[in-house]
T-cell receptor
Framework: DTGVSQDPRHKITKRGQNVTFRCDPI?????LYWYRQTLGQGPEFLTY????????KSRLLSDRFSAERPKGSFSTLEIQRTEQGDSAMYLC????????????FGSGTQLSVL | AQTVTQSQPEMSVQEAETVTLSCTYD???????LFWYKQPPSRQMILVIR??????QNATENRFSVNFQKAAKSFSLKISDSQLGDTAMYFC???????????FGQGTTLQVKP
């Protein structure tokens, strides 16, 4: 069990560029979550998957954001046409199954949009 | 809407002393889970303790314990024998049912002083 892995740890981009983040959950965890956290605030829910199915998306997830989890393993979060307001820490978490409500978090990807 | 409120933005405690962090929440649900997460300067979100709403007994994990008052919708965290490594931001969080979707409070920054 190597924990939840996120890549990259840091990303600096210019406004208008597209960025993609990757999350590898703990092996055998079938639920995967994305959260966004700005400095000094608690994380805010963005979306979650059960296996490969995306079950819920927050209203925070504008149509510039898309998340995928092909084959129910790793997940990617893409932000198109980045804006300065997208600057935040993007956290991924996974849990074993429905009913085991313990989420394990990765170290996050810190995005800075210049 | 479900909300989580942490009314203490910052707290400090001397090493080896005891400190209590407050949290209140608002929900009309009967089946839910409550959590305390710790986020040290590394920004890795670490699960500290979990409480199922249907259990009257307060959860305990080593030096960490909770005071769960369901009728008052209060969920405080007590840290005994505080250690320097406890310095971190602490988030209270709530999950409704089995969605796995965490709703976080604003956080309390705890500083343990030598």
């Amino acid at each position: 069990d190597t924990g939840v892995s996120q890549d990259p740890r840091h990303k600096i981009t210019k406004r208008g560029q597209n960025v993609t983040f990757r999350c590898d959950p703990i092996s055998e965890h079938n639920r995967l979550y994305w959260y966004r956290q700005t400095l000094g605030q608690g994380p805010e829910f963005l979306t979650y998957f059960q296996n490969e199915a995306q079950l819920e998306k927050s209203r925070l997830l504008s149509d510039r954001f898309s998340a995928e989890r092909p084959k129910g393993s790793f997940s990617t979060l893409e932000i198109q046409r980045t804006e300065q307001g997208d600057s935040a820490m993007y956290l991924c978490a996974s849990s074993y199954r429905q009913g085991d409500e313990k989420l394990f978090f990765g170290s996050g990807t810190q995005l800075s949009v210049l | 809407a479900q909300t989580v409120t942490q009314s203490q933005p910052e707290m400090s405690v001397q090493e080896a002393e005891t400190v209590t962090l407050s949290c209140t929440y608002d929900t009309s649900e009967n089946n839910y889970y409550l959590f305390w997460y710790k986020q040290p300067p590394s920004r890795q979100m670490i699960l500290v303790i979990r409480q199922e709403a249907y259990k009257q007994q307060n959860a305990t994990e080593n030096r960490f314990s909770v005071n769960f008052q369901k009728a008052a919708k209060s969920f405080s965290l007590k840290i005994s024998d505080s250690q320097l490594g406890d310095t971190a931001m602490y988030f209270c969080a709530f999950i409704k049912g089995t969605t796995g979707k965490l709703i976080f409070g604003q956080g309390t920054t705890l500083q343990v002083k030598p």
